[in-house]
């Protein structure tokens, strides 16, 4: 029974939204600190002892051990200076259990023994995409580096396919045209020959069908038909009523006067194509011209690989007929000139002219391939030289991109947070301020150095989500260091893309308010940035900054370009001297008297002035002597989270009491 409503309770709170008090607000049964919690039933104190949230167990982790240590942002759920028993907290995953007073309901429930157990699950799209394995950015890494090497074989073997399907229409097309010529010459020569002889078959008659054979390259015999007799050829006559077998036959095609007749048995052997020239309108005399079929095919001009063939298109059977070479009889793409895809490979067809024969080309798909396997060597090296080239460029691009996508993702899942480093009056060790720095404790590879995400968030765009988050937390450690010393100031460090438009003006607005609700903050612009581009902005903003409470001081003075610019043209309140200066204040006379120059500039301008790296005793005399007497170094603290500070300010306020 108590399992089940353990687990009936679990589901119950884990359907319960948590979402943070705007605005926040203090408890009124034990005065607390600004906080938020689940809903009010969970977080309302009634009676004492007060329900005090602990942190279930789990997994450890650098972030936990080093926010244990006191030096990284407090999660909800753990115990944080400002906060008291009340302060349920939960993010980011946290299993809370909540330890009830007895008079409330889940009192009652404690009381038989079960644990109040509080979810808070974490936004399903940083969760996944933290949790995205790194065999998938290697998968994606090797995809990328094998692309140019895949591109590169790819390439080399559409180049072998069109290789061949240039070479079978070129084969086809110079064959075809050979044809065209011959069976041309052969239609002048009929003419010639019925010009001639005038049909008669006499001495005369065989003398010139003779001569016109023997200068011929391709037809080896003339004939004269009569009434369906042969009576005489090149070779002499013929006894009479000599019959022949392809009398009465149908013309398998006709080009003008000529008409064509399939291959067929001739009276010396062998298979000849016949070409027959009518010498009388009835139709009944002819004069022809045998050409052995294989001619045809000897004006091929054999390639590797390519299959060659020569067919006629028979009108009397309807079908094609091979005249010659090793191609095997297409199908119907045979009649339609062009290249044509076929299950086996590539076809080639074209047409001799009028004449109905046709010249084909044929490819085999495993002749492409071996040719293109005698490509793959230069075509390899080619793609592992791209493939190189392209990790190179991975190498130097890709882990700026993905370090883009981190600070992202870890500006929205709260990963980044603030430490102080106070800057104290070099005479008496006084506070009258810090300076807010940012620090982020990446999840796996823990703690990054802030110069390596700094400028990669004012390169990328980051940097004014980045300041806002940050800003909420500079508000929220404001109220828990109250009270403040008077004249306390908490710097935040401005970049140029603050500047760039008012989203400055509406982050301030969103976190503090609107109206003059700045005066426990200071902004520091960075001299390394260039404003000039922005001047006319940056003095907008910086006046409604200074309408508004705070004070604008100028940063890292001395090191930059664009310093007396700023100071010309901003209405500042005071400049911070360089750290390289002041390490070299008891070193480097050249440079001391830099740092003189320097406070004579900042008098005469009537400024401020605050002296960074402030490391030894030396160097706090050397700048109180130069009337420099706010200080900011390891001499006094390092950066420190807000509940070191709020003891410092403590310790430092007793003694003045």
């Given at each position: 029974m108590a399992s089940v409503s353990r687990l009936r309770l679990r589901r119950f709170m884990v359907r319960y939204s948590w979402r943070e008090s705007a605005p926040m607000r203090r408890c009124r049964a034990c005065a607390a600190g600004p906080h938020d919690g689940p809903p009010a039933a969970f977080r309302r104190c009634v009676g004492a002892p007060s329900p005090v949230?602990?942190?279930?167990?789990?997994?450890?982790?650098?972030?936990?051990?080093?926010?244990?240590?006191?030096?990284?942002?407090?999660?909800?759920?753990?115990?944080?200076?400002?906060?008291?028993?009340?302060?349920?907290?939960?993010?980011?995953?946290?299993?809370?259990?909540?330890?009830?007073?007895?008079?409330?309901?889940?009192?009652?429930?404690?009381?038989?023994?079960?644990?109040?157990?509080?979810?808070?699950?974490?936004?399903?799209?940083?969760?996944?995409?933290?949790?995205?394995?790194?065999?998938?950015?290697?998968?994606?890494?090797?995809?990328?580096?094998?692309?140019?090497?895949?591109?590169?074989?790819?390439?080399?073997?559409?180049?072998?396919?069109?290789?061949?399907?240039?070479?079978?229409?070129?084969?086809?097309?110079?064959h075809a045209r050979r044809i065209t010529?011959?069976?041309?010459?052969?239609?002048?020569?009929?003419?010639?020959?019925?010009?001639?002889?005038?049909?008669?078959?006499?001495?005369?008659?065989?003398?010139?069908?003779?001569?016109?054979?023997?200068?011929?390259?391709?037809?080896?015999?003339?004939?004269?038909?009569?009434?369906?007799?042969?009576?005489?050829?090149?070779?002499?006559?013929?006894?009479?009523?000599?019959?022949?077998?392809?009398?009465?036959?149908?013309?398998?095609?006709?080009?003008?006067?000529?008409?064509?007749?399939?291959?067929?048995?001739?009276?010396?052997?062998?298979?000849?194509?016949?070409?027959?020239?009518?010498?009388?309108?009835?139709?009944?005399?002819?004069?022809?011209?045998?050409?052995?079929?294989?001619?045809?095919?000897?004006?091929?001009?054999?390639?590797?690989?390519?299959?060659?063939?020569?067919?006629?298109?028979?009108?009397?059977?309807?079908?094609?007929?091979?005249?010659?070479?090793?191609?095997?009889?297409?199908?119907?793409?045979?009649?339609?000139?062009?290249?044509?895809?076929?299950?086996?490979?590539?076809?080639?067809?074209?047409?001799?002219?009028?004449?109905?024969?046709?010249?084909?080309?044929?490819?085999?798909?495993?002749?492409?391939g071996r040719h293109w396997r005698t490509q793959v060597q230069p075509a390899a090296a080619v793609g592992f030289l791209f493939s190189a080239l392209a990790f190179w460029l991975l190498r130097r691009y890709l882990p700026r991109a993905d370090a883009i996508d981190e600070l992202r993702e870890g500006i929205a899942a709260g990963e980044l947070y603030v430490v102080y480093q106070p800057i104290l009056d070099g005479r008496d060790g006084r506070i009258v301020g810090a300076e807010a720095l940012a620090r982020w404790q990446h999840p796996r590879r823990g703690p990054v150095m802030p110069d390596q995400f700094i400028p990669l968030a004012e390169t990328s765009g980051l940097i004014v989500p980045m300041t806002e988050g940050l800003l909420r937390q500079v508000r929220d450690d404001l109220a828990m260091l109250e009270p403040l010393p008077p004249g306390f100031r908490i710097s935040v460090n401005l970049a140029q893309a603050h500047f760039a438009d008012d989203r400055l003006l509406g982050c301030l607005d969103r976190v503090f308010g609107p109206g003059p609700t700045l005066g426990h903050l200071g902004f520091e612009i960075t001299e390394r940035e260039l404003l000039s581009n922005v001047a006319v902005q940056a003095r907008t903003v910086v006046e409604e900054l200074t309408r508004r409470g705070a004070e604008v001081s100028l940063d890292d003075f001395g090191t930059g370009y664009s310093g007396l610019s700023h100071l010309r043209h901003l209405p500042l309140h005071s400049i911070k001297i360089d750290r390289s200066f002041v390490w070299a204040l008891d070193t480097e006379a050249v440079t001391a008297s830099l740092v003189e120059s320097i406070v004579v500039l900042a008098r005469s301008l009537n400024l401020g002035l605050v002296a960074e790296g402030v490391e030894t005793e030396a160097q706090r005399e050397r700048l109180n002597a130069l009337g420099v007497v706010l200080h900011q170094g390891w001499l006094y603290a390092r950066a420190e989270p807000a509940a070191a500070l709020k003891a410092r300010l403590v310790q430092t306020a007793e003694p003045a009491a």
């Open positions: 949230a602990r942190p279930a167990p789990r997994r450890s982790s650098a972030a936990a051990e080093r926010r244990a240590a006191g030096v990284g942002p407090a999660r909800r759920g753990e115990d944080k200076p400002g906060a008291t028993a009340c302060g349920v907290r939960g993010q980011g995953g946290d299993l809370l259990t909540v330890r009830a007073p007895a008079r409330t309901p889940f009192g009652r429930l404690r009381r038989r023994g079960l644990r109040l157990i509080w979810r808070h699950a974490p936004p399903v799209c940083h969760s996944m995409r933290r949790r995205l394995p790194r065999a998938r950015r290697a998968l994606v890494w090797l995809a990328l580096m094998a692309l140019p090497l895949a591109l590169c074989l790819s390439l080399s073997y559409l180049l072998s396919l069109q290789h061949f399907r240039g070479s079978a229409l070129e084969l086809a097309d110079a010529e011959i069976l041309r010459s052969g239609d002048a020569l009929l003419a010639q020959l019925e010009a001639e002889t005038a049909g008669r078959c006499d001495a005369g008659t065989i003398l010139a069908m003779r001569e016109a054979v023997f200068h011929s390259r391709y037809f080896r015999e003339a004939g004269i038909e009569q009434d369906g007799n042969l009576v005489c050829t090149s070779e002499g006559m013929l006894p009479p009523l000599f019959d022949i077998p392809n009398a009465g036959r149908t013309p398998a095609g006709r080009v003008g006067a000529m008409e064509m007749l399939a291959p067929t048995k001739t009276i010396r052997g062998g298979r000849s194509l016949i070409l027959n020239r009518p010498l009388r309108e009835d139709r009944r005399h002819f004069i022809n011209l045998l050409l052995d079929p294989q001619v045809l095919s000897e004006v091929l001009d054999p390639r590797e690989g390519v299959q060659s063939g020569t067919f006629l298109d028979d009108a009397e059977s309807g079908t094609l007929v091979r005249l010659g070479g090793d191609a095997s009889i297409p199908g119907p793409e045979a009649r339609r000139p062009g290249l044509h895809r076929t299950g086996q490979g590539l076809v080639a067809v074209a047409r001799a002219g009028p004449f109905p024969i046709y010249s084909v080309r044929a490819v085999s798909d495993a002749s492409i």
